[in-house]
């Protein structure tokens, strides 16, 4: 895991909220704020590491500056932290996490450790682990029938599929070179224990 200390943007529009949740996490991690999403764009630059983003503010919307950062090739991490229930519409988002107000201090500490941990993965499993996450998320939000007439589900689903076999593929190429056995096992556990939450 990376032992840096994360550069957090925290965009929320109750400002209350915003610094409660900077109050959490100030002492693990260096802190920005935006309270609306013209100043979160003015922020976002290359030295942050994870944003938490609200979806649902007045003027720009956190799916706008969402679209924006993925826009710009920036390389954070973004948690989608909003009180908007999930819907089919997220698999096509570019967030690597989302978390269902009201979140608890132990919550966003655990996201933003993830995270962290994500962004020195490569591209792949950085796409296999949102993938993941969206479709835990749909899973737990959704009935049955809805996931089985859904499309956008069935699309993810394949994606996913397809990804799992390329990360094995490169996890064996990687388990056969000594110096990357011990990550490769250490990865594929971390893996495993997601799936199984």
Do not use: H
């Amino acid at each position: 895991m990376a032992t840096t200390t994360p550069s957090v943007l925290i965009v929320e529009d109750e400002p209350d909220l915003a610094d409660l949740y900077a109050a959490w996490l100030g002492e693990s991690c260096d802190i920005e704020t935006a309270y609306d999403g013209e100043t979160a764009l003015n922020a976002i630059d290359d030295g942050i590491d994870i944003v938490l983003l609200d979806r649902r503010m007045p003027g720009l919307s956190g799916d706008r500056i969402l679209t924006t950062i993925r826009d710009r090739g920036l390389d954070c991490r973004v948690a989608m932290v909003t009180a908007v229930e999930p819907d089919f519409d997220i698999i096509g988002m570019g967030f690597d996490d989302y978390l269902v107000k009201p979140v608890s201090k132990d919550e966003l500490a655990r996201i933003v450790e993830q995270l962290q941990l994500r962004s020195s993965y490569d591209e792949q499993l950085q796409e296999f682990f949102a993938l993941a996450s969206k479709k835990a998320l749909l899973d737990a939000e959704k009935t049955d029938a809805e996931l089985k007439s859904s499309q956008e589900y069935a699309r993810l689903q394949d994606r996913i599929a397809v990804l799992r076999v390329e990360v094995d593929e490169t996890m064996s190429e990687l388990l056969a070179q000594d110096g990357y056995r011990q990550l490769c096992r250490d990865l594929t556990r971390d893996s495993i224990l997601r799936e199984s939450n």
